[in-house]
């Protein structure tokens, strides 16, 4: 897949992707934005899936792995940095198949983060795949 040009904030927010994040990166480093990946392949459950965000997304030593302090993480400048950050999901298809109540819950907050950021000019990719 050819990666959309992520300089383009008004376009930021969760989209499917498929294949390598290798393009995912490149742009993301022409963009100058902070590129990530969050790997579920082995995630089980939602204890996997918060420790997989933990690992992936760099986050915080206070985050508490629940729902709200996820939601409240993503939308602290702290953590996003000063220029943005693309966040590229792999090996989710069976987690998201599995618990789709927690990956609809997931998708919400992600998005509900990008639009924050959206509002205040700052691009919040995500991809999931």
Known sequence: MKAPDLASIED??????TGSVDPLRSAATHA???FCVVE???AKDRSALFSGLDRGLGLPDHF????DA???VLEDRDWLGKTGRVVAF???AHYRREHQADWSMLEDILAEA???WKERHVAFWIFTG
Do not use: K, M, Q, Y
């Open 12 to 17: 930021a927010g969760v989209h499917p992707w």
């Open 32 to 34: 100058h934005l902070t």
């Open 40 to 42: 579920l392949a082995h």
């Open 64 to 67: 508490g792995h629940n729902w």
């Open 70 to 72: 996820l939601a409240d």
């Open 90 to 92: 792999t090996g989710s």
């Open 114 to 116: 990008s639009e924050f």
